[in-house]
């Protein structure tokens, strides 16, 4: 029985009215606490509710449709960790990557392998960006340690107020440019995104921490806040926040570790896809007799 199938143009139309809802959600938040996020939210929506409905115009011409399914492809790959920015604006932008992922597996998406040069300079991106979401998140623990543990008001308020724009402004590019890089180097090569358990977990690790962090944020926001007004007992919140800037560096050096070794095999989907490739010179030998080959007549 054939498993039914997402049409192209239904998608887009939804996705595109999803857009419109999701981006006046944003703007018309009342006193929202992130504004610069706010506006990108609300824009980044605007845009995509005109490529949507573009989108669908165009897949309905013969002419027009393999070009619109490549821009429409790379613009959700594009925007599905781009929402996990909104996130800070509003909690619309859950339903919109879950949206953005349907979009991208329905459009059957087929990816050309990188160049010798540019999968070396893809990946050098990948490993010094990702080296430096590392140590940013590692510096950011140790301004949660020094903040729950400090006994000056100038010295804890500082390691606050660090981590609070470290947050901002440095883990959260870091982290979307990982997340974006890496796909890129894992679609242009033989790896594969979904083919290898490691390249999977690590995946999985880089989204993980975005999602996570919609939880910190809040805390770091608070102790902040808090700070401004004099020496504060962080408590339990203060704690949290120390163990969660753990929990993101030790994941980090897991993603660090597991490109290193490169565990666990081939995934059910990369075995499938390995078994339907056809074996190199298949004729190379042919057998014409017991224990006698024929060599290849190319």
């Not at 606490?33 to 605007?46: K, L, M, Q, R, S």
């Not at 490109?259 to 490739?277: C, F, I, Q």
């Amino acid at each position: 029985m054939a498993r039914p199938r997402l049409n192209p143009r239904t998608t887009q139309l939804v996705f595109g009215v999803f857009a419109v809802t999701a981006g006046a959600l944003i703007a018309l938040r009342p006193d929202p606490p992130h504004p610069h996020f706010t506006t990108a939210g609300t824009y980044g929506y605007a845009l995509a509710a005109v490529l949507s409905f573009g989108g669908w115009l165009a897949l309905g011409r013969p002419a027009l449709a393999a070009r619109t399914r490549q821009v429409l492809i790379v613009f959700h790959l594009l925007f599905v960790p781009a929402q996990f920015l909104f996130l800070f604006a509003h909690d619309t932008p859950w339903l919109g990557m879950a949206l953005s992922s349907a979009i991208v597996g329905g459009l059957k998406p087929r990816f050309p392998r990188l160049g010798r040069m540019a999968r070396k300079v893809w990946l050098t991106l990948h490993v010094g960006i990702g080296v430096g979401w590392l140590g940013i998140a590692t510096g950011m623990l140790l301004l949660a340690i020094i903040g729950a543990t400090a006994d000056s008001h100038e010295l804890q308020h500082g390691a606050y107020l660090l981590l609070s724009k470290f947050d901002v402004f440095l883990a959260i590019p870091s982290a979307l440019l990982t997340i974006i890089i890496g796909v890129v180097v894992s679609l242009g090569t033989p790896w594969g995104l979904l083919k290898h358990r490691w390249v999977l977990a690590k995946l999985v690790i880089a989204l993980a921490i975005p999602l996570l962090a919609g939880a910190e944020g809040p805390w770091i926001e608070e102790l902040e806040a808090r700070g401004a007004a004099g020496l504060i007992e962080p408590g339990t919140t203060g704690m949290l926040l120390v163990g969660a800037m753990g929990l993101f560096t030790v994941l980090l050096w897991t993603a660090t570790i597991l490109s290193v070794v490169k565990p666990g095999g081939r995934t059910r989907w990369g075995r499938r896809t390995e078994e339907r490739r056809p074996a190199p010179n298949a004729e190379a030998a042919r057998p014409v007799a017991a224990g006698t080959v024929a060599p290849s007549s190319r």
